[in-house]
């Protein structure tokens, strides 16, 4: 198989069932932004230290990538068509209670923080900025399922609390916002 089709070499691409829209499409923003988010979360996963916990997280990880993946195909298909794999209340409390786990360990916040610190936090900070553009976009996807933005919006929070995690069992500091910039 070939990867390139050619089909798209003047502007349009096909969404789930063939049906051709142009590249600006917002359900092809939408869906190419969890694919920009999705690859971040690639990128983190790459840098977690060779530990149990992190291979754990890196477990997680690879499920909510799976998930994202699906949250995709769910924003490239047509209204009046359905995807066989349809996002559940289940992937939601899946991410809930990730967050509930790992967020146990982590110090209160007393202050913003600043996205950053180690390698991996700092690949889920951005990956958590690229869901809240896809969020956004997803808004704008008409009849789009609403569990697709309820767990666009979780996901985010997800991200967060993982870069907090990583950076936590990393023992590196997280990046703070400083007030006095003189």
């Known amino acids: 198989m070939k990867i390139y089709t050619k089909t798209g070499d003047k502007g349009t691409t096909s969404l789930i069932f063939g049906e051709r829209v142009s590249k600006n499409d917002i359900r092809v923003e939408a869906y ?98 690229i869901a809240r553009r896809a969020e956004r976009l997803a808004v704008g996807v008409e009849a789009v399922n609403p569990l697709v933005l309820s767990y666009l919006n979780r996901l985010s929070d997800f991200l967060f609390v993982a870069a907090r995690y990583v950076n936590e069992k990393m023992k590196v500091d997280e990046p703070v916002l400083h007030e006095d910039l003189s």
């Open 32 to 129: 190419g932004t969890c694919d920009e988010a999705n690859s971040m979360i690639g990128l983190g996963i790459s840098q977690l230290p060779d530990e149990d916990w992190a291979k754990q997280a890196s477990i997680v990880m690879r499920k909510v990538q799976t998930v994202l993946f699906h949250v995709g195909a769910e924003l490239a298909t047509p209204v009046g068509k359905e995807v066989s794999w349809k996002l559940k209340e289940d992937d939601i409390r899946f991410l809930e209670e990730t967050i509930d786990s790992w967020q146990e360990g982590l110090k209160p916040l007393k202050q913003f923080i600043l996205p950053g610190g180690s390698p991996s936090a700092s690949a889920f900070h951005t990956a958590r900025t």
